[in-house]
Nanobody, 127 residues
Framework: QVQLVESGGGSVQTGGALSLSCAFSGFNSNNHCLGWFRQAPGKEREGVLVVAKDGRTSYSNSVKGRFTISRDNAKNTLSLQMNSLKAEDTAMYYC?????????????????????RGQGTQVTVSS
C-alpha cells in the first residue's frame, strides 16, 4: 500500500524558514519522480519542486532561489527546505510521486497530476 505522510508545517513570519518532510512507502522510489505541490484557498494547484532519481531538480519560478528539495531513497524521505518565506507561500503543501520510465524526466509543473500524494500539511506565512 502506497503511503506518503507530510510533516513539519506550521506558522512563520515573513522572511522566516520552515522545513517539511515526507515519509513514503509502498513503491520503489528509484523509478519515481518525487515532488511537492501546493494549493492556496481559491487557487489552482501549483507544482513547486520535483527531484528525479538522479538528483536533478525542477523548480517553479515562484520559489527558485528560496526553496530546496532533497530525497533520501535509503530512508524513504523527501524534504523541502523553505527560506525567505512570503505571504504568498501560504498554502497546503503536498508531497507526491509518480512512476517514470528510465528515459523520462520530472517537471515541477506536472507534480499536481501525480497519482500518489499525501494528505498535506499547512504552511502559513504572516507579516
Amino acid at each position: 500500500q502506497v503511503q506518503l505522510v507530510e510533516s513539519g508545517g506550521g506558522s512563520v513570519q515573513t522572511g522566516g524558514a520552515l522545513s517539511l518532510s515526507c515519509a513514503f512507502s509502498g513503491f520503489n522510489s528509484n523509478n519515481h519522480c518525487l515532488g511537492w505541490f501546493r494549493q492556496a484557498p481559491g487557487k489552482e494547484r501549483e507544482g513547486v519542486l520535483v527531484v528525479a532519481k538522479d538528483g536533478r531538480t525542477s523548480y517553479s519560478n515562484s520559489v527558485k532561489g528560496r526553496f530546496t528539495i532533497s530525497r533520501d531513497n535509503a530512508k524513504n524521505t523527501l524534504s523541502l527546505q523553505m527560506n525567505s518565506l512570503k505571504a504568498e507561500d501560504t498554502a497546503m503543501y503536498y508531497c507526491a510521486a509518480r512512476y517514470i520510465v528510465p528515459w523520462g524526466g520530472c517537471e515541477a509543473e506536472k507534480v499536481p497530476e501525480y497519482n500518489y500524494r499525501g494528505q498535506g500539511t499547512q504552511v502559513t506565512v504572516s507579516s
